[in-house]
Each structure stands twice: as C-alpha cells, then as structure tokens.
C-alpha cells in the first residue's frame, strides 16, 4: 500500500530497514509530494486499521517522519555488499522524527523546512521543540493536520486551541496551558494534548 502511494507521488524507494521504509522525493515540488504521500499513506492505513479491528485481526500502527535538505546520495558501502542509499543530517532528522511520533502521539511529524514549504497546502499545528541527538540547537516540529481546502472548524480549533496552549506553557503559565489542553483532551480526546497536560502536571511540583 506505501509503496505504491509514494511512487504515485513521485518518490522512490530509497530502502527497507526492518518494517521501516525509507522514501526520498526529488524536484522543486519535493516537499509537497512528501507530504500528499504521507496524508495519503496516514488515510490508507487507517482505513486498513478500521477493516482489521472489524475482523478482529492484528492492527498496524505507523508513524511518518519528513525532512527536507541536502544529502549524500551514491553507493555507499564495501567492494563486494554496496547500497545505492542517502546518508546525512538532512535523513537522520527524518528517522527522528518518525521515531517521535510514538513520543507525541501523532500520525506523521515535518521539520520547519518542510513546513515553510506546505504551509500554504496544509494546515499543521506546532507541536514543540525537539532536541535530537548530534544537535545543539532543538528543531521546531510540526503535524500535519489536514488539506485547507478540505479542513474542517473541528481541525481548526485543534490547532488554533492548541497553539494557544503552546504559547502559555511557554511562557510558564501552567494553569492557563492546562485550560487549554484539559479542552482539547476532554473535547476531542487529543493524546498529544494529554503529553503536556503530564508535563504541566511535573513542573508545577517542580518548576523547570
């Protein structure tokens, strides 16, 4: 189902690591078609996700991680065992990503390079900064929401709420971020929401 939606979009398969796989997309328009795959892949396996719970078979979970940058592309390895692979910073923040969406509980995280370039296809919401390994300075991140011309006042508010509630834990104003997050918590049942109501829940016992 991935690949055959990521190659509909232009992208090519980089390589399988365990149940992982590694898409790279090329051209001016890379990050747009990075990102319809990914909305595209999200779609399908939810849809797998619901025919799977109804026949009472396993279900899979997936997370998508998108970076933009430059890298290292070319044969990569020994004389006798090469992969034709991309390599770099630009691919390492991507598997974080990926990896961070277990932590937030999100569907699919973009960089803010990915971001500055969709911002005007799809609505996303900010979802922290991260601090990832080999860095100094943390990486603004981003979900995905939704298409705007498909985007509903229910996504709308997640976002606007949520970015309010953001702002305020920010600025350590840990009872009005809570108002916010308890909203989107008991409204929408939004686990990220959930993540900082914990954190707001150990900084008031112990102020960072």
């Known amino acids: 189902i991935q690949v055959d939606i990521i190659r509909a979009n232009g992208g090519d398969i980089d390589k399988f690591v365990g149940d992982e796989i590694m898409a790279m997309f090329d051209g001016s328009k890379k990050e747009l078609h990075a990102c319809r795959a990914g909305v595209q892949i999200s779609e399908a396996m939810s849809a797998q996700r619901e025919l799977a719970e109804l026949a009472s078979r396993h279900v899979v979970s997936i997370g998508i991680g998108i970076n933009a940058g430059p890298a290292v592309f070319g044969s990569v390895g020994a004389g006798d065992r090469m992969d034709f692979t991309s390599i770099g910073e630009?691919?390492?923040?991507?598997?974080r990503l990926e990896n961070a969406t277990k932590t937030y509980r999100t569907r699919m995280l973009v960089s803010e390079a990915v971001h500055d370039k969709v911002g005007g296809e799809y609505l996303s919401r900010e979802i922290d900064l991260l601090v990832v390994k080999g860095k100094r300075q943390p990486v603004r991140v981003f979900e995905l929401l939704q298409e705007r011309g498909r985007a509903s006042d229910r996504t709308s508010?997640?976002?606007r709420v949520f970015e309010q509630?953001?702002?305020?834990?920010r600025q350590?104003?840990?009872?009005?971020?809570e108002q916010a997050f308890g909203f989107l918590?008991?409204?929408f049942n939004d686990e990220t929401s959930e993540i900082f109501l914990r954190r707001i829940a150990l900084f008031k016992l112990e102020p960072p």
Do not use: C, F, M, R
């Open 157 to 159: 508010e997640i976002k």
């Open 172 to 177: 350590k104003k840990w009872s009005q971020a």
């Open 165 to 169: 509630g953001l702002s305020l834990y």
């Open 90 to 95: 630009t691919v390492n923040l991507a598997a």
């Open 185 to 187: 918590k008991e409204k």
